[in-house]
């Protein structure tokens, strides 16, 4: 059964930086980072994809979060910066692609358990 196990959430005041890790248990050529706030959907945050690591950003996260990955260690990171409020919200990790929009949670059926953001003002 493949794992996925985010971490590195935490709170932090606004401006500040956190680095979120996610291990997953094999390799997968696509992985994408969502967040959720209760009562609210599930959004599509960032992406990345392929040996060389491929990225795409929400527009809400685009120049303040950066994608990354170790391919040895079956490892993203979510590099966040100049952390906002409106940040604050439950962070996921999600893979195997089955098809459709990289922001679209229906389009992955792996999922890691979470770990939270929060960004006091």
């Known amino acids: 059964q493949v794992h996925l196990v985010e971490s590195g959430g935490g709170s932090v005041q606004a401006g500040g930086s956190l680095r979120l890790s996610c291990v997953s248990s094999?390799?997968?050529?696509?992985m994408t980072w969502f967040r959720q706030v209760p009562g609210q959907a599930r959004e599509g945050l960032a992406l990345?994809?392929?040996?060389?690591?491929?990225?795409r950003y929400a527009d809400s996260v685009k120049g303040r979060f950066t994608l990354s990955r170790d391919n040895a260690k079956n490892t993203v990171y979510l590099e966040m910066n100049s952390l906002k409020p409106e940040d604050t919200a439950m962070y996921y990790c999600?893979?195997?692609?089955?098809?459709?929009?990289?922001?679209?949670?229906?389009?992955?059926?792996?999922w890691g358990q979470g770990t939270q953001v929060t960004v006091s003002s």
């Open positions: 094999e390799y997968w050529n696509s």
């Open positions: 990345i994809y392929g040996e060389n690591g491929v990225t």
């Open positions: 999600a893979a195997k692609f089955v098809g459709g929009s990289w922001y679209d949670p229906s389009a992955y059926e792996r």
